[in-house]
């Protein structure tokens, strides 16, 4: 949403996780401004295991990914691998969130360009 309440951008997600996910897959990536912030680009879940979706969010100017996640396993550890590798190949920050118990596992995070995660919030005992 704008800081007036409207939509800012809408995205659907370009890589669905097959065969678990039948929902049609997206087109285009989606990247939009925030004013006196900057350029942020949507990634939805398992668009972060490709890197071609933050390349090219990067190359449409992003520099902050936001990528909503549902991880309810127990390899969130390596979203958040992928989540600091697609920060530092493309220079953005990423912000990587992650649903928490019981729908999830948590352990969303903040990741800067350099790959170094900033913040990252606690992870269901589960895992």
Not at 31 to 51: H, Q
Request: proline content about 6%.
């Amino acid at each position: 949403m704008s800081p007036l309440g409207e939509i800012a951008a809408t995205y659907r997600k370009v890589f669905p996780w097959q065969p678990y996910e039948q929902t049609t897959s997206g087109h285009e990536f989606v990247v939009f401004d925030i004013p006196g912030v900057g350029r942020i680009g949507l990634a939805i879940c398992y668009d972060g295991s490709f890197p071609e979706s933050a390349r090219q969010l990067a190359w449409l100017g992003a520099e902050v990914i936001i990528q909503p996640t549902l991880r309810a396993t127990c390899d969130r550890e390596m979203e958040t691998v992928c989540a600091r590798a697609n920060a530092w190949t493309n220079h953005v920050f990423v912000v990587n969130v992650n649903a928490g118990d019981p729908a999830g596992v948590g352990g969303s995070c903040i990741v800067d360009p350099d790959g170094t995660v900033r913040q990252q919030a606690g992870q269901a005992k589960r895992c």
